[in-house]
């Protein structure tokens, strides 16, 4: 078992981590040449994960430097954190399963990617793992948590229609057609509600095992 300290300590180390990550991908997404300022940044905000490592982000943060308030509070609860575990885990296995061979980052943007997409996963899972209670959580967590990724959906179809930018090519529809893009995009909210069953397992597991007396 990890004590508050030691959460305090990890949280702090990776809230750091996490803004700094997301500074130096955002620098250098404004370094594009030929598009706007005001462009780029919306166009920042709409690839989930930014989005998600905001979310990871903020949840390393606020309970460090408001843990007793109401936001704090929240951030810290077990419903709260195995979302934040969920959306994470399915950024880093999108990414390295159908987008990592499209491209080759170097140098800083390398960085920012394996930040992004490995380091600040990996961080909110063991967070989540070590220091979240256990046993709280519903299989019909699974299914609220897909609210993230649905709005992010709609989102994502119409600043596509309003712009003609994509985020990822497999919500692409200019080029792949709705009715393809549609069923990748129908098969990730399968992946989303798959992978959150299995963290409500690992949390119901888990639970039972903290509730259980140790043998004399």
């Not at 030691?6 to 750091?16: E, K, N």
């Not at 140098?107 to 930040?115: D, E, I, Q, R, Y």
């Not at 299995?198 to 597991?205: G, P, S």
Request: no cysteine; hydrophobic share 60%; aromatic share 14%.
């Amino acid at each position: 078992m990890h004590g508050p300290r030691t959460a305090l300590i990890w949280r702090a180390v990776f809230a750091l981590l996490g803004w700094a990550i997301l500074a130096l991908q955002y620098a250098l997404m404004l370094a594009t040449p030929d598009r706007s300022p005001v462009e780029l940044t919306l166009n920042f905000f709409s690839y989930f994960t930014i989005l998600t490592n905001v979310l990871v982000a903020l949840a390393m943060t606020l309970p460090v430097v408001a843990g007793a308030s109401a936001l704090g509070r929240w951030a810290a609860s077990p419903g709260v954190r195995a979302s934040m575990a969920m959306y994470a885990v399915v950024v880093g296995l999108v990414y390295h399963f159908m987008l990592h061979a499209t491209w080759n980052p170097q140098g800083w943007l390398l960085v920012a990617n394996l930040g992004l997409h490995y380091l600040m996963p990996t961080a909110m899972l063991l967070d989540w793992l070590m220091f979240a209670p256990k046993g709280a959580l519903r299989w019909s967590d699974a299914a609220r948590w897909l609210a993230f990724p649905l709005i992010y959906g709609v989102w994502t179809a119409i600043h596509g229609l309003a712009t003609d930018w994509w985020p990822y090519w497999f919500v692409d529809a200019s080029t792949l057609g709705w009715g393809k893009a549609g069923a990748y995009f129908a098969g990730l909210l399968v992946f989303f509600t798959l992978v959150g069953l299995i963290v409500v397992a690992i949390d119901r597991r888990l639970g039972r095992r903290d509730r259980t007396p140790a043998s004399a």
